[in-house]
């Protein structure tokens, strides 16, 4: 896993994926391939499986069967160094869960001196590289607790890229935020995406989904019911629940 | 209450000089503490409640105070328990005559306490650890964890510096066998209250949240690596005032190692009270026990304090 395939080939293969919580069964069988510098975006209603999915797909959760391969090498059942596959593959999720006992720069550094075993100096240097780009270079030395939601959800995203991760998993990032404060971590997503990064994004924010995504993949129950350009999936939904659940979401007023 | 309920209602009972007119503006902030007698004496009026406690107090003291003087025992009382002049003899001691002096005693007692801590810190951390684990392979190690807890939790701490005070030199071992006896005191306390300081990291690394573990791993950090970054720092900044109540009571109980024999505070003061037939030096131990412990208590309040000052302040913490 760890020699980079060309462009374009296939970054996620996800076959018959099936995870279950106890008697909670969240995944039945999910099929999924995500390309090279393609970003796919995963809606559906809450429970419908997306973060789980995203976590299996990080490995945070082990899968009861099924098989994940990134760029043709299988990275579920024994003998995968969990920790390897993770340095290529960088998960924000919806609750930031940055440290709170580090400050920003500690925070992002933290994994590259650990793990890359990255020089000090070196990690920071970088580290003040990703603040600055996304405009949170004066941040740097404040605690978690010192940042607005939308601030800490950037630092995290950071916090991942300084990993430079090939394949970034975004787990309903601006669910958590006040609504003011999702455009700025959107337009750090959208930025990413047009560097080139491959993402697979769960997301409510049905308008971000249908401007950014190559892919829009709805799911219900564990299954991935209609896996369409957003074009297609937003405006000529062919299942009869994918239909539904816009409908709902067009009530709501959010799409 | 809305406006809206009352609209164009001129000379309302809500408007400017209607009879409610003093409830209708928005209250100025503290101003409550005005509005009616209990909240005053609760937060106005500053100097009224301090002469009141003060009041409250002197009477209460000093009722005590009556109790002990007016007792029937008491001139008795106060000869054998408080009399200055054995309680100076006592606390610098006098070879010679037989007894030792408890002032030079509590060292040792500061000692046992100070060593007991730094064991008691390392061991019990690596306890909760080996608790704490997932993996197959160290299971036996925790079930040997959990009896170790159950056990040395379940058994008087007095029996245990009896059992390794008395116990280990009779085996005879070479080198293990001929400590002395606070070496042994030290180990039943370390034994004795790592049980219960195991627990109390437990409860600190389960207050982590386990997002964090999430946030770690999926970083790329091994379990270790989290652990020691992550969780262990956050942990421990949860539990220090619980560790440090309990090293206040250590404090306390480096007194029952007097009885394998060492001099200790308590012990120096017992041999004088039996030499010279008076117990002032127990007072001593007393004081000199109280002089160690209050600090350490203030210092908890102290840390206590600011912990909820920077929970009020709205930190995530």
């Known amino acids: ?255 | 209450m809305d406006d809206s309920d009352y609209p164009g209602q001129p000379g309302g009972p809500l408007s400017p000089g209607g009879p409610l007119a003093g409830l209708t503006g928005s209250p100025a902030p503290g101003s409550f503490g005005t509005t009616g007698r209990g909240p005053r004496l609760l937060t106005g009026g500053g100097r009224r409640a301090t002469t009141i406690s003060t009041a409250s107090t002197l009477v209460v003291i000093g009722a005590l105070v009556a109790i002990f003087l007016v007792a029937p025992g008491s001139a008795e009382v106060r000869h054998t328990f408080f009399s200055p002049h054995d309680m100076w003899q006592s606390f610098i001691g006098n070879p010679k005559k037989g007894y030792y002096s408890v002032g030079e005693a509590i060292w040792l007692n500061i000692r046992m306490f100070l060593a007991a801590e730094v064991l008691i810190l390392v061991f019990s951390l690596v306890i909760a650890l080996i608790r704490q684990s997932t993996s197959p392979v160290l299971f036996p190690l925790r079930v040997l964890g959990v009896i170790y807890v159950d056990l040395f939790r379940g058994i008087p701490l007095l029996l245990v510096i009896l059992a390794i005070g008395f116990g280990v030199p009779a085996l005879q071992l070479p080198v293990i066998s001929h400590q002395p006896l606070a070496v042994y005191g030290v180990t039943a306390l370390v034994l004795s209250y790592s049980a219960y300081v195991s627990e109390v990291y437990r409860a600190g690394l389960n207050s982590v949240h386990r997002s964090q573990v999430a946030a770690a791993r999926s970083l790329g950090l091994s379990q270790w690596t989290a652990m020691r970054y992550v969780i262990l720092p956050q942990a421990v900044r949860n539990i220090i005032p619980p560790l440090l109540n309990d090293f206040i009571s250590l404090q306390k109980d480096t007194a029952l190692v007097g009885v394998l024999g060492a001099i200790e505070a308590n012990n120096a003061a017992q041999i004088y009270g039996s030499t010279v037939f008076n117990y002032s030096s127990f007072t001593v131990a007393a004081i000199l026990f109280l002089l160690l412990t209050i600090p350490l208590a203030r210092f908890t309040d102290h840390l206590i304090e600011r912990d909820r000052r920077r929970r009020l302040a709205g930190g995530v913490t």
């Open chain 1, 1 to 255: 896993m760890t020699e980079r395939e060309p462009a374009n080939a296939e970054a996620i293969r996800i076959e018959g994926l099936h995870k279950s919580f106890g008697p909670n069964q969240v995944l039945k069988g999910v099929d999924l391939r995500v390309a090279t510098h393609e970003v796919v975006c995963l809606i559906g209603a809450s429970g419908s499986g997306k973060s789980t999915l995203l976590r299996c797909a990080n490995l945070l959760e082990p899968v009861d069967a099924g098989t994940i391969w990134l760029w043709g090498s299988r990275i579920t059942g024994a003998g995968i160094d969990q920790n390897l596959v993770r340095r290529h593959v960088g998960i924000v999720f919806q609750s930031f869960n940055l440290f709170p006992h580090m400050t920003v720069l500690r925070n992002i550094t933290l994994a590259p001196t650990k793990v890359l075993r990255t020089p000090r100096a070196k990690a920071e240097e970088e580290a003040r590289a990703l603040l600055d780009r996304f405009g949170l270079a004066d941040r740097q030395d404040d605690y978690p607790d010192r940042l607005s939601g939308g601030q800490q959800q950037r630092v995290a995203i950071v916090r991942a890229l300084a990993m430079k991760p090939q394949i970034m998993l975004l787990d309903e990032v601006t669910s958590a935020l006040d609504p003011e404060l999702v455009a700025e971590v959107l337009d750090v997503i959208r930025e990413l995406a047009a560097g080139g990064m491959t993402m697979l994004i769960a997301t409510h924010e049905m308008g971000f989904a249908r401007d950014i995504a190559r892919r829009v993949c709805f799911l219900e129950e564990g299954r991935i019911i209609e896996d369409a350009p957003p074009a297609e999936l937003f405006t000529s939904p062919k299942d009869e629940r994918t239909q539904r659940f816009l409908r709902r979401i067009v009530d709501a007023g959010r799409l």
